[in-house]
Structure formats: structure tokens, C-alpha cells
């Protein structure tokens, strides 16, 4: 079976993983200003707060795992308040060893193992947009343990080290991804596979991509009727089924054109188009400009 969350984690191509131990004593704040790529934290021991830009702050207390996909500016802190000692993560050299907050002196009153990684993929916007801005897990045991190996290979250079990191930062974000109540997600990927319904024309549209779907036919597929399927899956997505549809091919296609040796015509038929011609005018209306260009344009990034 088709599993469109694995799909689309695979097509992100996360990679250049780097974590750090973080810790704090006595009154601190930390405010860092947007970084766009994702971040990710587990918590090792004691509590703090973290108050992410838009958003009702949350504690984060040991066993708890934070992930955000494009981490938007956010302060984090200890119970007491201080003032925030504020940080460019776009502009911090990558620090050595432990990090420390507040009271320097003494054993750590909280400490947590965060870090952060890159998307690979030309379309990562598109499918950051279907996930969660802020991901908070409790009380998943596998969550700690893989960003533990994270960290392990992050600070060794062994061989095979960015292929096992690439493989474990996927996993990670899968086991974090399906832990969360789906149900009660904000519109996206989660909130619509949470939906028996919804998830079974889902899963048909990223099992045959090239097929010609209506609208009509994934509503009998998720056994709705037309209007009612369109609204439900506008509601709990934030795209229409078509919109969804195209989003997907397109960041499909974008991959087979990153690849080399896949000709224009084979990545039309398989993303859905009877030639290379309609295919061109619609990659080109989607992503502004021309496939040919778009796969140049990769190619010469890849060597250089």
C-alpha cells in the first residue's frame, strides 16, 4: 500500500544534520529570530517554556520532543523570567560542545538535545506547508532514543555517515509525524490522513499520479459524495483535491527532472500528461519557467 506521509518525507531529502546539548540553570531566555529550516528538540531532563511567534506557549518537560518544520522565531526559557539573550541562527557559528544558559556555576536544572537539518528538494515549501508549523510529542519512547543516534553519528566521521544520517532524520520525522493526534491537527497532510476517507483518495492519488482523476471518482473512492468530498477535503488539507493533485505532480515531476538520463517526454507520462508539449505548458504555468531550463538549472546546482 501506498504510504503518502513516507512519500512525501522521502521526496524533502533532508540532510547536513547538526545537533547540540543544551542547558540551563537559575532564570534564563534565549530568543532566536526565524531560521526557515527545520529544527527539532528532545528533552533530556527538568522543564522550560517555549513561546514560538503566533502561538499559546507551551512547556516542554523531559521526554518531550519539539519539531518545526520551518521554525519561525520563537523564545525559549526557564520558569523564571529574565531577560532574552537574542540569537541569529542564520548568523552563530556552529558552537563546540555543551551550551549553556543562565546560572553558570552548579549541576543543570534542564537539559535537552536539540539540532537542526536542510531540506534537499526544490519543492520543500509546498510540502512544509502541509505539515504541522509546531509539532510537540509526549511520552513517545522511540522519539528520544532516534534523536540520540542522531546526535551519535552527527558528531563522528564514519563512512557512510551523511547516507545513515539522511536515513535517520526520515525516520525520525515520520515516527514524530504519525505519533501526533492527526485529528486535531491544523489543516495539511496529518489532519486529512487522519480521515479514514479522505486517506483512501489520498493514498490513490500517490499510488497512480499519472492517472487521470476527477473530482467525481476520488469522492467515489472515499465513498462521499461530490460536494460533500470537496468540501471536506478543502477543510482539513487546505488545498482542493486538484490543487492537491497538481502540488503533488509537480514536485514529482521536479524530481525526475533533478535526476539526469529521465527524458522530458517519460516525465510528462509519469506525472499525467499525453505529451511532453502539454506537460511543459503547465510545468512552466506551476513553477515559472520551462521544465528544460528548471532541469539545466538543476543540473549545473548538483555539479557545482
Do not use: N
Not at 198 to 227: F, N, Q, Y
Amino acid at each position: 500500500m501506498v504510504d503518502p506521509l513516507a512519500e512525501v518525507i522521502a521526496l524533502l531529502r533532508p540532510r547536513a544534520v547538526y545537533s547540540k546539548v543544551i542547558s540551563g540553570a537559575g532564570a534564563w531566555a534565549v530568543r532566536y529570530s526565524s531560521f526557515g529550516q527545520p529544527s527539532f528538540c528532545t528533552m533530556l531532563e527538568g522543564e522550560c517554556l517555549l513561546a514560538v511567534d503566533g502561538q499559546e506557549p507551551i512547556t516542554l518537560a523531559a521526554g518531550d520532543f519539539l519539531l518545526m518544520p520551518a521554525t519561525p522565531g520563537f523564545t525559549m526559557s526557564s520558569a523564571a523570567p529574565a531577560a532574552p539573550v537574542f540569537v541569529d541562527p542564520l548568523a552563530q557559528p556552529a558552537p563546540e560542545g555543551e551550551i549553556r544558559h543562565g546560572r553558570r556555576d552548579g549541576p543543570p536544572e534542564v537539559r535537552m538535545l536539540g539540532g537542526y537539518f536542510a531540506f534537499d528538494s526544490p519543492d520543500a515549501a509546498l510540502m512544509v506547508s502541509l505539515l504541522p508549523s509546531v509539532l510537540h510529542v509526549r511520552g513517545v519512547e522511540r522519539l528520544p532514543l532516534l534523536v540520540q543516534l542522531v546526535r551519535g553519528e552527527s558528531i563522528e566521521q564514519r563512512p557512510g555517515r551523511e547516507l545513515i544520517l539522511s536515513r535517520l532524520v526520515e525516520v525520525l520525522l515520520i515516527e514524530a509525524l504519525r505519533s501526533a493526534p492527526g485529528d486535531t491537527a491544523p489543516p495539511g497532510l496529518l489532519r486529512a490522513l487522519a480521515d479514514a476517507r479522505l486517506a483512501t483518495a489520498i493514498r490513490d492519488m500517490h499510488g497512480e499520479p499519472a492517472r487521470a482523476w476527477t473530482v467525481d471518482e476520488l469522492a467515489k473512492r472515499a465513498a462521499l459524495s461530490r460536494s460533500v468530498f470537496f468540501e471536506r477535503f478543502s477543510r482539513a488539507v487546505g488545498l482542493s483535491p486538484m490543487a492537491y493533485l497538481l502540488g503533488w505532480r509537480m514536485a514529482l515531476a521536479k524530481d525526475l527532472l533533478g535526476r539526469s538520463g529521465v527524458a522530458m517526454a517519460e516525465v510528462a507520462e509519469r506525472v499525467g500528461y499525453s505529451s511532453a508539449s502539454t506537460f511543459s505548458t503547465a510545468f512552466s504555468r506551476h513553477v515559472g519557467q520551462a521544465p528544460g531550463r528548471y532541469a539545466r538549472l538543476q543540473s549545473a546546482a548538483q555539479q557545482g
